[in-house]
């Protein structure tokens, strides 16, 4: 079945860049997606990118996706504090009204000053 | 306009006692979701609702039921709570279309005790 995986942990000093990696099993999936859960809190959409794109650039965020290796990565410009959180990736699976999204089990990513 | 809002924010069971946990969005959306997280187990479906009036399983939804009451609103409700269902449940609502943005309420922290 469809399968969504990523690192758990990943810790960097403030200023530098994060990059965080996710493998994904569904080469159907139609866009891929990256959401934010800060402590105490539900998720938020981060930033996502249709599966025809190699690579979304959005502010400090950076998404490749390789379509051929089913990875995606982000990667967040000179990190700050405020970005300690949970990073999920997720997939698209399924069509019509049953689309659903399949998540990795996320990447708790901790700012050190 | 709130989004997704949730109730309660906390909650305390017996093992045994039963409970609805209410869930309500404001952005017209067709497709509700009820989530739980645990430690590394990242986010699992329990059930949720392509539109008003149809509800399906998810990934998880023994000891839970649900309803969609209208569009507004997705209740979840657990009729004998046992231990395990010890968790922090989500609920989420999404736009229609191709692009699969997901709205995340704050969540429910339940303890089973």
């Known amino acids: 079945g469809e399968d969504v995986e990523q690192s758990l942990f990943l810790s960097v000093r403030e200023g530098d860049s994060s990059v965080i990696n996710c493998t994904y099993t569904?080469?159907?999936?139609?866009?891929l997606y990256w959401y934010k859960q800060e402590p105490g809190a539900g998720l938020q959409l981060l930033t996502y990118?249709?599966?025809n794109m190699d690579m979304k650039q959005d502010q400090r965020l950076t998404v490749l996706l390789n379509k051929k290796d089913k990875h995606l990565s982000l990667r967040i410009a000179d990190t700050q504090t405020g970005d300690s959180a949970i990073y999920f990736c997720a997939e698209t699976s399924g069509a019509g009204n049953n689309r659903k999204l399949i998540w990795g089990l996320g990447t708790s990513l901790a700012v050190n000053p | 306009n709130a989004g997704v809002t949730q109730t309660p924010k906390f909650q305390v069971l017996k093992t045994g006692q039963s409970m609805t946990l209410q869930c309500a969005q404001d952005m017209n959306h067709n497709s509700m979701y009820w989530y739980r997280q645990d430690p590394g187990m990242g986010l699992r479906l329990i059930y949720y609702?392509?539109?008003?009036?149809?509800?399906d399983k998810g990934e998880v939804p023994n000891g839970y039921n649900v309803s969609r009451l209208n569009k507004r609103e997705f209740s979840l409700r657990l009729e004998s709570a046992a231990p395990s269902q010890t968790s922090v449940y989500f609920c989420a609502s999404r736009t229609a279309g191709a692009h699969y943005e997901q709205y995340f309420g704050p969540g429910t922290r339940l303890t089973v005790t």
């Open positions: 569904d080469s159907s999936s139609t866009y």
């Open positions: 609702s392509a539109s008003e009036g149809t509800t």
């Open positions: 990118i249709f599966s």
